[in-house]
């Protein structure tokens, strides 16, 4: 027997709450919900927010997971919350560094020091982009012309690309809240000091 589990993706903290809210207005397994987003593609967090002004969308969304493959339930869900491809992006929009650079000099907090940056940084982002922080383990800290940087992987690229294409400020905001979290992480280390 194959385990649902075992097929999906690793999927974000943030999928996983939304789909516990859902699984509770609707009765299905938070599994079953998880599987069927990432199988069609579809905006978890708009259902989500849909589905509580929404009765219809309830009984449509129950059936459309619980029914059979395809059905006219799917369809309509499918039509109406398919998240748009990257592919789809404009090119003034589409992200081709892998580094976001901050401005901070690369001599100022020690090489030792990055990891524990990166987790702390990663996991305070969300003061300055919300949901839409990537995850800390889609980048790393490196030395870039001098100055620290945070280089993402392919994947954590992949994501930038897809919010900065929803808010053109978003690679901004994201500059700005590596650049404050980095000098703050560095100053809590001179005060240690």
Do not use: C
Request: overall charge positive.
């Amino acid at each position: 027997m194959i385990k649902l589990k075992s097929l999906l993706p690793e999927e974000t903290a943030f999928e996983t709450i939304q789909a516990k809210s859902i699984a509770s207005m609707t009765g299905l397994r938070v599994s079953a919900i998880l599987g069927y987003i990432l199988k069609y593609g579809l905006d978890i967090g708009k259902i989500n927010g849909s589905i509580l002004h929404d009765k219809q969308l309830t009984k449509d969304l129950t059936t459309a997971i619980s029914g059979k493959e395809d059905n006219a339930y799917s369809k309509k869900i499918i039509k109406k919350f398919k998240l748009k491809e990257i592919t789809e992006a404009k090119p003034s929009t589409n992200i081709k560094s892998e580094y976001i650079i901050s401005k901070i000099d690369a001599n100022k907090l020690e090489q030792t020091r990055w990891p524990h940056a990166e987790v702390s940084i990663g996991l305070s982002l969300y003061n300055y982009v919300g949901d839409k922080a990537p995850k800390y383990s889609d980048s790393k800290m490196v030395n870039k012309d001098g100055k620290l940087a945070l280089k993402f992987s392919r994947e954590g690229l992949k994501y930038l690309n897809i919010n900065a294409n929803k808010d053109p400020k978003y690679i901004e905001k994201l500059t700005k809240g590596i650049n404050e979290l980095l000098q703050k992480y560095i100053d809590r280390l001179k005060l240690k000091k």
